[in-house]
């Protein structure tokens, strides 16, 4: 992100002031116009959150597909007026609008006029960028259940996530009232299609287990989703 910002102006002032200092005066200015910190353009000040208005401007792009250019003016007059959809990037489909008009929201704040007013990165951005990922990975994991599931948690006979694991003489793991319905009929392997050594299964409790935890975990991200 920085080199596509030209932002480092953080960095900058850590390098060359003592500890402490918070606030650095170029005589130059430096940069790309569109990205450039509307403060660092006028006084030639660096702060902390200089970095924070590249970062702002390069979100609405993301989200827009969009030049730099008026972006910010663009982007807050859709906000406001519930117009953001459209002038989301249209090269994507099924953008999740209400996440989308959080991040939207989010690049907007950073790209307050004054650093004050911008958020504070550890505390405010990385939190509010976290909460939106895991909305949408909620969100998509509600659509379609089987998307995250971890292949060796399906049972290659019925194709359903097993709940009572157990491990034939092939070596894989089976729904056990599947398998064993399956060795009634038949001595070979339902993955290899091999003659099996014998007809006995054992239970698998690890992966049991690895699958208890996981439906714990889907079932209390579905429920924070739903708040």
């Given at each position: 992100m920085g080199k596509i910002g030209d932002a480092g102006f953080a960095k900058l002032i850590t390098d060359l002031v003592p500890d402490g200092q918070t606030e650095y005066k170029e005589t130059i200015i430096a940069g790309t116009l569109?990205?450039?910190?509307?403060?660092?353009?006028?006084?030639?000040?660096?702060?902390?959150?200089?970095?924070?208005?590249?970062?702002?401007?390069?979100?609405?792009?993301?989200?827009?597909?969009?030049?730099?250019?008026?972006?910010?003016?663009?982007?807050?007059?859709?906000?406001?007026?519930?117009?953001?959809?459209?002038?989301?990037?249209?090269?994507?489909?099924?953008?999740?609008?209400?996440?989308?008009?959080?991040?939207?929201?989010?690049?907007?704040?950073?790209?307050?006029?004054?650093?004050?007013?911008?958020?504070?990165?550890?505390?405010?951005?990385?939190?509010?960028?976290?909460?939106?990922?895991?909305?949408?990975?909620?969100?998509?994991?509600?659509?379609?259940?089987?998307?995250?599931?971890?292949?060796?948690?399906?049972?290659?006979?019925?194709?359903?996530?097993?709940?009572d694991p157990y491990v034939a003489s092939d070596g894989h793991t089976y729904e056990q009232q599947a398998i064993r319905a399956w060795l009634k009929k038949h001595k070979v392997s339902p993955v290899t299609r091999r003659v099996l050594p014998n007809s006995s299964i054992i239970p698998n409790h690890s992966l049991r287990a690895a699958i208890q935890q996981w439906k714990s975990q889907s079932a209390h991200a579905k429920a924070w989703n739903g708040r």
């Open positions: 569109y990205y450039m910190d509307p403060e660092y353009q006028q006084t030639g000040t660096v702060r902390p959150k200089s970095d924070l208005f590249a970062l702002g401007v390069i979100i609405l792009q993301m989200l827009t597909g969009k030049r730099p250019n008026g972006l910010i003016l663009s982007t807050e007059s859709a906000v406001r007026d519930g117009m953001l959809a459209d002038i989301l990037d249209k090269s994507q489909t099924h953008w999740p609008v209400a996440e989308a008009e959080m991040l939207a929201k989010l690049g907007l704040s950073c790209t307050a006029l004054k650093c004050r007013d911008r958020p504070d990165l550890e505390s405010e951005i990385l939190p509010k960028l976290q909460e939106i990922l895991h909305s949408i990975t909620c969100a998509v994991s509600l659509k379609n259940p089987k998307s995250n599931v971890p292949s060796h948690f399906i049972c290659p006979i019925m194709q359903e996530i097993m709940s």
